[in-house]
């Protein structure tokens, strides 16, 4: 808490839905079911915004997660992603941030059951969007915990 999320944030799948506060953009959902892992407490949960709860809360699909940020006022900074494998299942994937640009890539191929962030510059105009895919490479599903803003 503190570090990420200066410009807003979204905490996916909590309590069963999400949790948002993102002034400067809307964000959906395109693709992804929402889940709470109840048995993971720790550090690698992620923490609400008033320090008092943690929670192991994600969006997954069985092939490909994907949401999308419309920017009301053009924005420069870093979008923060955090994904969360919260049962250990041997989870990879691809996080691929399009901001109009081109796509930037990241994958995630080695254990992430403690957590892993990938971290993008993105340089988006108002009025347009920011696309971040979420493709599973082996395990279960694909799954994504946080998004966070500069």
């Known amino acids: 808490m503190g570090v990420y999320g200066a410009d ?12 948002v506060s993102m002034p400067k953009c809307s ?9 709470v892992w109840n048995n993971v407490t720790g550090v690698q949960a992620l ?8 929670q192991a809360a994600t969006i997954y699909d069985a092939n490909q997660v994907r949401i999308h940020l419309t920017f009301s006022t053009a924005y420069t900074g870093t979008i923060h992603l955090y ?9 990879r994937e691809t996080i691929t941030v399009d901001d ?7 994958n995630l191929t080695t254990d992430f059951s403690q957590g892993a962030w990938v971290n993008v510059p993105i340089n988006v105009a108002a009025g347009r969007t920011v696309t971040v895919t979420v493709t599973r490479t082996a395990g279960l ?4 915990s946080g998004v966070f803003l500069g």
């Open 141 to 144: 599903n694909a799954v994504l």
């Open 47 to 54: 923490q609400s915004p008033d320090t008092s709860t943690r």
């Open 8 to 19: 807003g944030y979204a905490l996916l799948g909590w309590n069963g839905g999400d949790l």
């Open 100 to 106: 109009g640009s081109g796509p930037q890539t990241a």
């Open 83 to 91: 994904a969360l494998d919260g049962d250990g299942l041997g989870r």
């Open 27 to 35: 964000l959906v959902v395109d693709q992804g079911s929402r889940y």
